[in-house]
């Protein structure tokens, strides 16, 4: 099993750091995590707010596990905010989310997450 750990409070608040540093230190020595994801589709999703709480977490993911990838799930304002993480990954892919993969993430892996059996499904 592969296991891509996800903070349910995207926040630079205290208690939304607070929150991530307990999961990464929580789950940091489970094998089976690949990833951190510090964000899911996120109402404020590549706004410069999102960049800068998305830094903020970021940093001290990195901090505690400077070995895992770290990414946000997006459906929308691509290659912006919080996004310039290192792996990229599109929701519910639509034909935007094709065209997106298809131009190029700069050197970023991308992987596609859509419905079972429709084009998009877990493609890396």
């Given at each position: 099993?592969?296991?891509?750990?996800?903070?349910?409070?995207f926040?630079s608040?205290p208690?939304?750091?607070?929150?991530?540093?307990?999961?990464?230190?929580?789950?940091?020595?489970?094998?089976?995590?690949i990833?951190?994801?510090?964000?899911?589709e996120?109402?404020?999703?590549?706004?410069?707010?999102?960049?800068?709480?998305?830094?903020?977490?970021?940093?001290?993911?990195?901090?505690?596990?400077?070995?895992?990838?770290?990414?946000?799930?997006?459906?929308?304002?691509?290659?912006?905010g919080?996004?310039?993480?290192?792996?990229?990954?599109?929701?519910?892919?639509?034909?935007?989310?094709?065209?997106?993969?298809?131009?190029?993430?700069?050197?970023?892996?991308?992987?596609?997450?859509?419905?079972?059996?429709?084009?998009?499904?877990?493609?890396?």
């Amino acid at each position: 099993m592969l296991v891509l750990d996800e903070t349910r409070m995207f926040s630079s608040s205290p208690e939304g750091l607070s929150e991530l540093e307990r999961m990464v230190r929580r789950d940091r020595n489970h094998p089976s995590v690949i990833i951190w994801s510090i964000a899911n589709e996120e109402r404020q999703q590549g706004t410069e707010r999102d960049a800068r709480i998305g830094a903020s977490m970021k940093r001290l993911v990195r901090s505690l596990d400077p070995t895992r990838p770290i990414t946000s799930a997006m459906n929308g304002g691509w290659c912006l905010g919080v996004v310039s993480q290192e792996v990229v990954v599109i929701e519910s892919c639509s034909a935007d989310g094709w065209l997106l993969v298809e131009a190029g993430v700069g050197t970023m892996p991308v992987v596609l997450m859509g419905p079972e059996g429709q084009p998009g499904g877990s493609v890396l």
